[in-house]
């Protein structure tokens, strides 16, 4: 039996560097997991049903449809997953934009049709100044898909983009001026790190704004995620961005050995349901 299968991102959502960063972190995690005794699979999101089929716990990266749907029939007959299929799908930038995250509010923040014949109803967003347009949906990504616009002609440009590929939403979002930060998390206490858009990677001070990062994340049910926060001259916090696992791009190996060390609880917590009178089988 192979306890952990894990599952690759797809290329096409992973723009550029990201691509190797993700396999990189999701590599990593396994191998942290093979060292402390367990057996590790890993696997496309199109060979996963093939190769999940005796997995416990499935650690997966995918964004896809397909695999969303696969690891939402899983997690019914009873396999772990992380991050929940759930959680994943509520990452998507149109649905983030219609929750409230407690003490780290969001921007003032619209989502809108990208098609033409529905573009009248967008108004004049430019009142309060610069805007962020993002894509709205989930599934394959690019860099072109957070751009800042700061005229009306910018702004159809970027819609007539995402309509071209089949992007059907979009989220205005209002350019928040501020202390950018930018965070790493697994679970609620296991692992943080951040750095400032601005400033080297590095352990500084983490202040008030660690708890309610990762409140963010949890509140969707995210158990290995990132974003980005801005930190207002008033000492207001702005979520601005929320990532299903990220690639943990500045803190690769640490950020690992947190994932691996969260996936064994979440096995042994598995084995706990599954058989609460007896203890979990070694490795």
Request: proline share 6%; glycine share 8%; with cysteine.
């Amino acid at each position: 039996m192979t306890p952990f299968l894990g599952i690759y991102r797809e290329p096409i959502c992973s723009p550029g560097r990201h691509l190797e960063n993700d396999r990189t972190i999701l590599e990593l995690a396994a191998r942290h997991l093979e060292t402390r005794g367990h057996r590790v699979a890993l696997s496309s999101a199109d060979d996963a049903e093939r190769a999940g089929r005796d997995a416990s716990v499935v650690f997966s990266m995918s964004r896809s449809p397909r695999c969303l749907e696969l690891l939402t029939r899983w997690e019914r007959e009873g396999k772990t997953i992380v991050n929940r299929p759930r959680a994943v799908i509520d990452t998507a930038r149109d649905r983030l934009a219609r929750r409230s995250f407690g003490a780290a509010s969001l921007p003032a923040t619209r989502v809108v049709a990208t098609a033409r014949a529905l573009r009248g109803q967008i108004g004049d967003p430019f009142g309060a100044g610069a805007q962020w347009v993002k894509g709205g949906e989930l599934f394959s990504s690019r860099r072109e898909d957070v751009r800042r616009v700061e005229t009306r002609d910018a702004l159809d440009l970027v819609l007539d983009d995402f309509e071209c590929r089949g992007i059907a939403t979009a989220v205005l979002q209002e350019h928040v001026e501020g202390r950018e930060i930018k965070f790493y998390a697994v679970g609620p206490e296991r692992f943080f790190h951040w750095l400032g858009a601005d400033e080297a990677a590095g352990r500084l001070p983490r202040r008030d704004f660690q708890v309610p990062a990762t409140a963010a994340g949890t509140s969707v049910a995210l158990e290995v995620f990132g974003g980005d926060i801005v930190i207002r001259g008033d000492g207001r916090i702005v979520l601005i961005d929320l990532n299903d696992w990220p690639s943990f791009a500045p803190c690769p190996d640490a950020g690992a050995r947190a994932i691996a060390g969260h996936l064994e609880a979440r096995l042994a917590d598995s084995y706990a349901v599954a058989s609460p009178a007896r203890p979990a089988p070694s490795a």
